[in-house]
């Protein structure tokens, strides 16, 4: 039996078994820190040279180049064209939907004019150039590239330059593919810290980006916290989570492998169930236990549902509804009877799927929102990616000469107030003598 943590809201010490079962911090690990830095410079002072010699290092290739680096449009539509028609059909029909969702999320300029005729206003544009990270070799994620790629076209991202490494000169072809749909406008086989260097920094073949998105290793993920403020990032993300809240009314079968569906991401993945209802709680932990056996990566899913996972009983709904909240889950099922009613109370979750046939994996794939969601607490305060972390706001203000003799006297007297003269004077001159 796989020993799952129990916990109860009746339990005197449930808040401070509910603060260690939450605890959790990427401690930084000063050998990737150091590695990722010398890289990081490397690349900013060598350029093309260093992304090379690191690329060849890392992924036992034998590029003289860029160039050798570099993959063509045409290799791109290729590896679209070789797919078989199922993948094919499938890669096109998530695509549309991600597409369709996104369209509209693009948000549009608007301004008013005030009575003396000053204007005032918000003006929406893309970002110039934008990279997209996307892990290689046996880590290879179509789907990253779809959710990644798709709304940063979508809201006019110019030119998406997309890295990914090929470790011993093996492309995945179903990620060029997707790279190929979603438009993506240049591919690099190179990855680790040196391609992030690049696209942050730009080399005599890669251009600077305004912003670096997508999933990485702990190298990668060490390199875009280091360039954040050159460039944007995306988010810094933490392992994958589910939060499964039930009224004892599901299949413990489909919930048991909604719980793996998180867990066989890797060891650190957290896995969570909260239930009203003791016996079915013992229903799901037998599915747990027939189902393990059966599963590929048995091993990933038992030390993940083991060290980090949890069944935590609750009185009634408003109990579990109260704790989705404190723990703010990356994805979050209300695998309920009748779920509408407590969508309302959710007010921290990357994604919501609500009632028993919506699985967390098509939210993944190809339910059309964004699989790129808030992690380890930050639904509290972030949002799922999304066209709009691709465009910029931009205040409009056109003051008129009536405008400017009331906005004036308001501008100096607070200037004067925070003994900033110069500021003063600026409004002041143009008032009517």
Not at 27 to 39: P, W
Not at 188 to 196: D, I, K, L, R, S
Request: aromatic share 6%.
């Amino acid at each position: 039996m796989v020993a799952i943590k129990r916990l109860s809201t009746v339990d005197a010490d449930f808040t401070a078994k509910m603060d260690a079962l939450l605890a959790f911090e990427a401690a930084a690990d000063e050998g990737i820190e150091r590695t990722v830095a010398n890289i990081l410079a490397d690349v900013k002072q060598r350029g093309d040279t260093a992304v090379v010699d690191y690329t060849n290092k890392f992924d036992r290739l034998t590029a003289t180049s860029m160039a050798d680096l570099e993959l063509s449009k045409a290799e791109m539509q290729k590896a679209l064209d070789g797919l078989p028609a199922d993948r094919r059909s499938a890669l096109e029909a998530a695509a549309g939907r991600i597409r369709a969702y996104h369209e509209r999320q693009k948000m549009e300029g608007w301004s008013y004019t005030e009575a003396d005729g000053t204007m005032l206003g918000q003006m929406i544009t893309p970002l110039d150039r934008v990279g997209l990270y996307v892990p290689g070799g046996k880590a290879a994620y179509p789907s990253s590239v779809l959710m990644n790629a798709i709304p940063a076209k979508v809201a006019g991202v110019k030119e998406l330059i997309m890295v990914v490494p090929t470790p011993g000169g093996e492309h995945n072809q179903l990620v060029l593919a997707a790279a190929c749909l979603a438009g993506v406008d240049r591919v690099f086989t190179m990855g680790g810290a040196q391609a992030v260097g690049a696209l942050a920094y730009g080399t005599q073949t890669v251009p600077q980006v305004d912003k670096i998105v997508g999933p990485g290793n702990a190298y990668v993920a060490t390199a875009k916290r280091r360039v954040f403020g050159i460039v944007g990032i995306d988010m810094v993300a933490g392992p994958s989570e589910i939060l499964v809240v039930s009224d004892g009314s599901g299949n413990p079968d489909w919930v048991a492998m909604d719980l793996f569906s998180q867990a066989e991401h890797d060891e650190l993945a957290q896995s969570i169930l909260i239930c009203t209802d003791a016996a079915f709680i013992e229903r799901v932990q037998a599915s747990i236990d027939k189902l393990l056996p059966t599963m590929p990566r048995r091993a990933v899913i038992e030390t993940s549902l083991t060290n980090r996972g949890a069944f935590i009983q609750v009185r009634d709904m408003d109990e579990a509804v109260d704790i989705a909240n404190r723990v703010a889950p990356e994805h979050l099922e209300l695998s309920l009877a009748d779920p509408d009613p407590w969508v309302a109370r959710i007010h921290h979750a990357g994604a919501i799927f609500i009632g028993h046939y919506t699985s967390e994996s098509l939210g993944d794939y190809c339910a059309g929102p964004n699989h790129v969601l808030p992690t380890s607490g930050s639904a509290r305060f972030s949002s799922p990616l999304g066209v709009y972390d691709f465009q910029k706001r931009t205040s409009l203000i056109r003051v008129s000469k009536a405008g400017a003799q009331t906005l004036g006297r308001i501008a100096s007297t607070l200037a004067h107030g925070e003994g900033l003269p110069a500021h003063a004077r600026s409004a002041e001159f143009r008032l009517d003598s």
